[in-house]
């Protein structure tokens, strides 16, 4: 059987230890590459293009919410992430779907369960915690805005989250590796897509989606 790469990304060294043990008792040889905040988490997909799956803490350093859920979804599309997070309401995890992720961990899960989400999710399937019953957003203006994020391509997506982090378009240019010309055209059609008239209000709206979590 081939070695799995697994990328573990969480901030709490106990957790991750705990994510690693699940690993560890698997069957198979499975490579673990741990991050402690979202910019090593983004460094390890960089570094491990190949990894099969990205464990990833809802609430890690360096990012706000399911903005950083968006960017890897926006920067790594193959990679399949899996998100882990203590606030394990419907609301939440059924965002998470929704947004990309293959999957969703409670902190509060055994490890059994832990293991048995992770495979889930290797072989392919969308992992939820048992309790959860899938459901549609309550909040129309979240529905719809969850719609217009779909809509966006992974450099707008990227650029989006960017905006979220305060950069302006010059810092952004830079980290893309492209003109601000350029970010100002993505820019201009993230406005027009998510039907707003200034990057203050798409950063608004991006937040929106946070607005059920509670850590």
Known sequence: ?????????????????????????????????????????????????????????????????????????????????????????ATTIRRALELGASGFISKSSGIEDIRSSIQTVLAGDIATPENYRDGHEQDPDVADLIHRLHTLTPQQSRVLTMLGEGLLNKQIAYELGVSEATIKAHVSAILLKLNVDSRTQAVIQLGKINMAMVA
Not at 65 to 83: C, D, T
Request: no cysteine.
């Open 1 to 89: 059987m081939q070695e799995q790469t697994i990328i573990i990304a969480d901030d709490h060294p106990l957790f991750r230890d705990a994510l690693r043990q699940a690993v560890t008792g698997m069957e198979g040889q499975h490579a673990i590459v741990e991050a402690g905040d979202f910019t090593a988490a983004r460094a390890a997909a960089t570094d491990h293009p190949d990894a099969d799956i990205m464990l990833l803490d809802l609430a890690m350093p360096g990012v706000s919410g399911f903005s950083g859920l968006m960017a890897l979804r926006a920067e790594f599309a193959s990679l399949p992430i899996v998100i882990i997070s203590a606030t394990d309401d």
